[in-house]
């Protein structure tokens, strides 16, 4: 069974700032994984996927994650928080059969 | 640009009235999903097509449909909409072969209120 677990409800950080948003996953095989960030009434957008290429994967907007098998982590990092950053991030992991598990979402908050 | 869009952005409707809701995409992507997604939630999965096969969800309560008409469009139709069926309504595509059918493609949801 595949699973998806963020360790954060809600991440605050300050502008300029680096930020951290944590993903553990488990899964029998392995999985292709995604990180979607969602502003407040909008659609998700993708940041960026792991598929089993690079184990460090570069995505949009200055976000990248590190896909760790022996951790099981697929942690998303920035540099420098913006306050165009601020929103919601889900983990997501690929079970295959076009079906995805979503992680219940950690809250950016980016302090001025 | 390709894009999934849904139409309408807000819509209310009364309690026990249908309601329909749309998707169309213009990225050619074989499989169409539908979630929905209630206030501070991650989205979950009601159904989704690859191609004309339509797939439930085991849990996808019945009042619950969706059609395909073509590969451009896909509807969602609420037959007799809870007070409990308000929430952002999520459409998104993916292309199955080639490896990238497990990249799902969001349009901008549609926010269904029921009064």
């Known amino acids: 069974a595949q699973s998806v677990t963020q360790l954060d409800s809600h991440v605050s950080v300050s502008e300029g700032t680096p930020v951290l948003l944590r993903c553990n996953y488990s899964?029998?095989?392995?999985?292709?994984l995604f990180w979607y960030v969602q502003h407040p009434n909008k659609g998700l957008q993708l940041l960026l996927k792991y598929t089993s290429a690079a184990t460090l994967v570069k995505g949009i907007n200055g976000f990248e994650a590190e896909f760790k098998k022996s951790e099981t982590s697929f942690h998303l990092t920035k540099p420098s928080a913006h306050m165009s950053d601020a929103a919601e991030y889900f983990c997501?992991?690929?079970?295959?059969?076009?079906?995805?598990?979503f992680g219940a979402g950690t809250r950016l908050f980016v302090k001025a | 640009d390709a894009m999934v869009i849904q139409n309408p952005r807000y819509q209310v409707t009364q309690f026990g009235k249908p309601v329909t809701l749309s998707c169309s995409q213009t990225?050619?992507?074989?499989?169409m999903y539908w979630y929905q997604q209630k206030s501070s939630q991650a989205p979950k999965l009601l159904f989704h097509?690859?191609?004309?096969?339509?797939?439930n969800e085991a849990d996808t309560p019945d009042n619950f449909q969706s059609r395909r008409p073509n590969t451009s469009f896909c509807f969602l139709d609420i037959r007799s909409p809870g007070l409990g069926d308000a929430a952002m309504y999520l459409c998104?595509?993916?292309?199955?072969?080639?490896?990238?059918?497990?990249?799902?493609?969001f349009g901008p949801g549609t926010r269904l209120l029921v009064l």
């Open positions: 097509y690859y191609d004309k096969d339509f797939n």
């Open positions: 997501v992991v690929s079970r295959g059969g076009f079906k995805t598990i």
């Open positions: 990225l050619n992507h074989n499989v």
């Open positions: 998104a595509t993916s292309r199955a072969g080639a490896g990238e059918q497990e990249t799902q493609y």
């Open positions: 899964s029998s095989y392995s999985p292709s």
